[in-house]
């Protein structure tokens, strides 16, 4: 979407004030909750103080479950047209030399499990998707000055930053997604507690002119003297991160001499890249208070900010819009009681905290200043790189957690399986067409059998729809999903359910072994049977 046409866009939206959700913010976070908001056929209003996509690439990575999310709304193909996959992780001494090798390995949902990104690119497809909903509204260049609660929804008082226009917008629901600094938390007075690492660090944005040996691969320069983070980004960038040590000045850092002087020692020459921006950001860890008020509800940044170490600050503020649209459309909708929005904290928060404390453990890694301790590092750690599996058992330890919800909305009794994200191989459907499991779906209530359905008359009543899963090689038949890829019947033997109750985000509500019958659907649950708009794909 351009900007000219989201600036029409509110325009064509001053009569219309009242929406099912408003959301503030239009980062990563905000645009990706316009998109599956509207594919859901909700009325949204989106606020951006900012009237264009803000230029400095923030986030530099994303992993296969947040392309999992954006496959939903039908962007995720056309996003990995702009993303690097594939790309090997090295931890190196001060003098290049590698002690640790990463490689990331898939968690089975369907996508590479690690992509470089250039964020203004991405930020831009994302806004562009937002487009294709007429029953969204986007307005740049408007803030949100205050909000009022009442029992029946939220009033939003709407100021225009380049006219100073104020404008009143009602909505059901408001997710603010307004970052760090987020005006609606501090208007709610939600603490934001934590804290913020002593080191300040410069960090630079580059086009690469000439590329160089290894300019495609990530490397975490853990010296001693001067850790860095030496990084590839697509579409001709290259980043880099650096701390400001003291004695430094942070002015002279942000120039294109120091700059170059920074890089010269990994023999990158000054006709081998283009700076495009350099700026100086302060490590947070800090979480806020709560993540629900009401009718409004923190997201991204501005519920909670961690370390950059494994590239999971935006990837956070996906999942935490992935985990509340789907659940704010069912009560809209009727489907669900009020309820149910309170787990989005009881699901999500513990998670980004596991996180956290894992970027910050391999930040601890990559920073070490002790010469001493940082040489016992890398002997201890090469040696156990050698160790066959260990490289590979470290980073399923400390790296991204697996998509697992230890409480929250699931049925009691808890199963195995409960709380895990099915993975997503791909199926043959009942027509004999490949696809990615998710698209066979459908973001619904669904349940899923394996080899034969066992009837679940408290979910048939209800008109919730059944699949059967078939082993690979089965003749394809109405009703049924063949296990093309070998991978979901062996999973749901490992989870001892042959039969799932699977949420419209994939996430397991419950299980039941062979013969029996599922614990019954949630209290007040009144699915709706009319399908849900098409999602078009971008191209």
Known sequence: MS??????????????????????????????????????????????????VFARARAISTDEEVVRIWQRVGLAERLKLDMLAERPCDFVDAKGRAFISAHPTSRGHGHPPQMF??????????????????????????????????????????????????????????IAADGGSSLTRGQLNIGYEGKTYEDRWVVIDTEMLKPWPDHDRLRFRCDPTRPA?????????????????????????????????????????????????ATIYSHHVRFAARFRVGRVFLAGDAAHAMPPWIGQGMAAGVRDVANLCWKLHAVLRGELPEAVLDSYEAERKPHVKEVTKRAEFVGRIITERRRSVATARNVVLRTLDRIPGFSQWLQDANWIPCAHYAAGFQARPRTKSSGHQIPQPWVTGPDGARVPLDDALGSRWLLLHARAATPQPEWDRLGVPSLTVTPAGSRPAEGTLVDSDGVLLPWMGEHRAATLALRPDAYVYTAAPTGDRLPPPPNGFAPTITPRPAVTTAH
């Open 117 to 174: 990104i250039y964020q203004p690119a991405l930020e831009k497809v994302l806004r562009e998707g937002v487009d294709r909903y007429p029953n969204v509204r986007v307005w740049l260049r408007h803030e949100c000055l205050r909000l009022r609660q009442d029992a029946d929804g939220v009033e939003l008082t709407v100021v225009g930053t380049a006219d100073d226009s104020v404008r009143r917008l009602r909505a059901a629901y408001v």
């Open 229 to 277: 983070v030496d990084c590839p980004t697509p579409l001709g960038h290259h980043r880099w991160e650096f701390p400001i040590l003291p004695g430094d000045d942070e002015e002279y850092l942000t120039t294109d001499d120091a700059i170059y002087a920074l890089v010269a020692r990994y023999g990158i020459s000054r006709d081998s890249i283009k700076i495009l921006r």
């Open 3 to 52: 900007e000219n046409s989201a600036e029409r866009r509110a325009e064509d939206g001053a009569e219309d004030l009242a929406c099912d959700v408003a959301v503030i913010g239009y980062g990563p976070t905000g645009v990706t909750a316009a998109n599956l908001l509207g594919a859901m056929g909700l009325k949204v209003v989106v606020l951006e103080r900012d009237a264009e």
